[in-house]
């Protein structure tokens, strides 16, 4: 049940924060104008093919790990290309299966391998220093870490050591390499019988196969600059709530938005693209008659949650949060604009870097800048 608030004010209750849902025409509208490209290209740097992860210096250049060549690309803040960095491989300053980067302390650039079970870091113009193995409990496939004040590497992993299971918690890799900080146990998200709910599986003698149900409900969970953790622990429902070691309250988040129903046509599509090698055996009962009401959050540097959703027709917007939980605006992308679900969202201030899909499925990069009051 929702409690809707008619006054400006948050209200306490048993250490809940409860912030007012927003109402029609509450806060602002903002239209991501595009503002720069980068793609279409048939060879060359600027032809992307898996655009694993993105991120953005001080000086603006957009930096670009393209999966399927295991590298990552500069370009100037104008889209010029300015260099390749990385290659292919197990040697220092190359990548196997890596799973994303960000810009750290003094403009370094981290990626995250664990398939090669390291960090490798690059200088700010590119330059390979250094590798720095570490024991990763999982590879992640799209790493999107935040760095901190103190320039850590805020990210969650397990806790190696004697324990079993071996605990997960917010850890911050430290920038100059020094050691890494446990900062506190990673807060608990919605239920493993959701995530269950939403997975097919499938077992043989040699291997069991995990799949997720098309459109079924799943804990969404992202960890900002600070280490506090945005928490959606039912994607069917919009519901977001802030946890923070330490903190005397946590902010609870509503929202009303229409549902958008699943359509035959893409009830048949999924069903077809599965059955195109041959009977899988899964419940296409489990498709749930209606899609999720959040796709996914992603944290700004300045801490504010932006919350992705996708309406009837299609359109992708971002519902944008302060810090606290207070509302500040809805962002568009607008009908007909493809941007891949899982594909690299940067924000700077009121800058968006982000990947689209042209009319042939081929993924370039953008530079959007919200526009609106």
């Known amino acids: 049940m929702s409690l809707i608030l008619r006054r400006a004010a948050r209200v306490a209750l048993a250490g809940l924060v409860l912030v007012p849902r927003p109402t029609p025409g509450q806060g602002a509208r903002w239209t991501l104008r595009e503002t720069l490209r980068i793609g279409g290209a048939e060879s060359g740097p600027s032809a992307f093919v898996s655009i694993r992860s ?42 196997k299966n890596a799973e994303g980067m960000v810009v750290g302390l003094g403009g370094r650039i981290w990626l995250r391998d664990a398939a090669n079970a390291r960090f490798t ?18 590879s992640q496939g799209f790493w999107h870490p935040q760095v901190d004040r103190q320039g850590r ?34 807060p608990e998200c919605g239920t493993s019988e959701l995530s269950e709910a939403g ?15 098309p459109f079924a409900p799943f804990p969404i969970l992202a960890v900002g600059p600070s280490g506090e953790t945005w928490c959606a622990p039912n994607s069917s429902r919009y519901e977001l709530m802030r946890l923070m070691h330490g903190a005397k309250d946590t902010i609870r988040v509503t929202r009303s938005v229409p549902r958008v129903p699943v359509t035959r046509s893409e009830r048949d599509s999924i069903v077809a693209s599965f059955e195109a090698k041959g009977p899988t055996g899964y419940d296409y009962g489990r498709i749930p008659q209606h899609k999720p009401a959040i796709n996914r959050i ?76």
Do not use: H
């Open 298 to 373: 992603t944290i700004d540097g300045e801490g504010r949650p932006w919350v992705r959703r996708t309406d009837a027709r299609g359109a992708v917007s971002f519902d944008v949060f302060s810090s606290d939980g207070r509302f500040i605006a809805t962002a568009e992308l607008g009908p007909g604009v493809r941007n891949p679900g899982a594909a690299p969202f940067v924000v700077r201030g009121r800058t968006v870097y982000t990947v689209l899909l042209d009319e042939d499925d081929i993924p370039y990069v953008v530079r959007l800048q919200a526009e609106g009051r």
């Open 153 to 186: 590497i805020i990210d969650y992993d397990c806790v190696i050591g004697d324990k079993r299971p071996l605990p997960y918690a917010i850890l911050g890799y430290r920038g100059d390499r020094s050691g890494v900080d446990t900062l506190f146990s990673r």
């Open 54 to 95: 993105m991120d953005v210096d001080a000086k603006g250049r957009i930096l670009v790990f393209e999966r399927s060549t295991q590298d990552i690309r500069m370009f100037g803040p104008d889209g010029k290309f300015i260099r390749t960095i990385g290659r292919a491989g197990s040697g220092p300053g190359e990548m």
């Open 199 to 213: 997975t097919w599986i499938r077992r043989s003698e040699r291997a069991t196969m995990y799949t997720s149900v």
């Open 121 to 138: 870091v690059f200088g700010p113009e590119g330059d390979y220093e250094a590798s720095w193995t570490m024991r990763f409990c999982w």
